[in-house]
């Protein structure tokens, strides 16, 4: 198997699975399709069993035939149907209960000590937490005081899984950090962002750092600006409701965007230890200027998607603007897109502008890191009649065709000095013969094994919304732009180019 060396201690790791939220949407659409992969790759250790914890009245054979049509739905290239399905499913065992029960958490506990005769888990336990953000603090106090969170044996472990968002603001991610500090050691607890289990995501340390072509060329000498972009062209997708009290800057600019932007940016880690990396990482989120209200104004754009089309296979797809969503008010302010121009405070990156946008109804679905070099002197070319000198540039592809590709000038076949730029290709589905596996399926078998690298640690949560709530704040004093003031199917709001360029001078101070 392709990570069996990675991963080769995950054996020693056996324990239940606890998932809260076991009956949602992303229980059916990524982490049972994970973990049912991970199955298959023999990648889960032999003592190990699901316990789904929900309030609806379902039995064990109920919710297994519900899982595997979520699989047929949601992961139809794996096989729902035989002898494997069979005997992952016999290792789901379903416990109902509300989620503020303290009864129903007493009811888990016996449950799972019975569990532990036949599976042998060893009293390891970890504690998914798949709910919406609202059910955190009911499931954290019933976990504390039915004592779950600490092990009944020496020797064992218990740990706690949670997702996105870590937070409404620096406030409410103050509260949860906590209310998680309360309960559980911070070396229990991994906060989940799947963007860290994207294979090209984690080449990023690779490429910056075991490549000596590139590590000396990473700072304020050589680079002349760096975009990050992050962009969707779904809609809200039937989630107007939520994405109304979000926005575009809190559901993946605060986590996805500032985490890849760390990656870019940080100092070589002492060693490759979850604290080491995480470390390296709080200390750019710190060094990121914070603006004043005047200079919200001058370095963010936001927009909202109106009217428009949307590439559908061969055809364009005409789609509603944002305000003619489901759940959507007819005259929210909600920014479907967001740009920033980001400088960091250190000496590698002094005087080097971070572009980061992300936005929904894009052109294009991609997440891509933008290295721009500085330009080569132009004495030597500056006189040519044909083609024009272009500056280096470093592209990473987070998603799709994932890979990286480095810009470089070269002369054109024939008798004259044409320049142009060609490009140095690498892809990830050429170069390897192996699968890129989903970013679920990485981190799951990381917290089995303890391996807090590829999670966000208490001060990193805070750092990054120390950094976007003040900007949150100047938006909701601030005169908001005319919306919807992009087409579904563009690129985003004309100001976002003009950001790159000039500032943005958009709104005027209240």
Not at 243 to 252: C, K, M, P, V, Y
Not at 304 to 316: D, F, H, R, V
Not at 398 to 420: R, V, W
């Amino acid at each position: 198997m392709p990570y069996r060396s990675v991963f080769a201690d995950v054996a020693k790791n056996p324990c239940a699975f606890v998932l809260f939220g076991a009956t949602g949407d992303l229980t059916r659409r990524k982490i049972v399709p994970a973990l049912f992969d991970l199955s298959l790759q023999k990648l889960l250790p032999e003592g190990f069993v699901i316990v789904p914890f929900a309030r609806r009245d379902k039995d064990d054979a109920t919710y297994r035939s519900d899982l595997q049509a979520a699989l047929r739905e949601f992961a139809p290239h794996l096989p729902a149907d035989g002898p494997e399905w069979e005997e992952f499913a016999r290792h789901i065992t379903y416990v109902r209960s509300e989620l503020n029960d303290l009864q129903g958490y007493d009811h888990l506990k016996k449950r799972l000590a019975e569990l532990d005769k036949e599976y042998h888990f060893q009293g390891n336990c970890i504690f998914y937490l798949a709910t919406p953000p609202e059910n955190f603090d009911e499931i954290i106090t019933c976990l504390g005081q039915s004592g779950l969170n600490k092990p009944d044996r020496a020797g064992a472990w218990r740990r706690i899984i949670v997702e996105k968002p870590f937070g409404y603001d620096l406030e409410s991610a103050r509260r949860l950090n906590t209310d998680l500090g309360k309960v559980f050691d911070e070396s229990q607890i991994f906060r989940i962002d799947h963007y860290l289990g994207k294979e090209t995501v984690q080449n990023i340390l690779v490429l910056r750092f075991a490549n000596s072509i590139f590590e000396p060329l990473f700072n304020k000498n050589y680079i002349d600006r760096i975009e990050i972009t992050v962009a969707e062209t779904l809609g809200v997708e039937g989630r107007g409701n939520y994405f109304e009290r979000s926005g575009i800057t809190r559901d993946i600019v605060q986590n996805h965007a500032l985490q890849v932007l760390t990656l870019v940016a940080m100092e070589p880690p002492m060693t490759l230890s979850a604290d080491a990396i995480r470390d390296e990482k709080v200390k750019v989120l710190q060094s990121i200027r914070r603006f004043t209200p005047q200079e919200v104004a001058r370095h963010t754009v936001r927009g909202q998607y109106g009217a428009g089309s949307i590439a559908s296979g061969e055809n364009e797809e005409a789609v509603p603007g944002y305000r003619e969503e489901a759940g959507v008010d007819p005259r929210s302010e909600t920014e479907t897109f967001a740009a920033f121009r980001f400088s960091i405070d250190n000496w590698r990156w002094a005087g080097v502008p971070f572009y980061v946008q992300a936005g929904k109804r894009m052109p294009k679905r991609l997440t891509e890191v933008h290295v721009y070099f500085k330009p080569a002197p132009e004495v030597l070319f500056a006189r040519l009649s044909y083609g024009q000198l272009q500056p280096n540039k470093l592209s990473l592809r987070i998603q799709p065709d994932e890979g990286a590709s480095l810009q470089i000038s070269s002369k054109t076949p024939g008798p004259e000095m044409h320049i142009q730029p060609v490009e140095m290709n690498f892809k990830y589905g050429s170069a390897f013969d192996v699968p890129i596996r989903d970013a679920y399926e990485r981190l799951i078998v990381d917290a089995i094994r303890g391996d807090a690298s590829l999670f966000a640690r208490n001060d990193e949560v805070e750092a990054a919304w120390s950094l976007i709530t003040p900007i949150l704040e100047a938006w909701r004093d601030y005169s908001c732009p005319i919306f919807p003031n992009y087409a579904a199917g563009s690129w985003g709001p004309e100001d976002a180019r003009d950001l790159t360029c000039r500032g943005y001078v958009g709104y005027s101070a209240p």
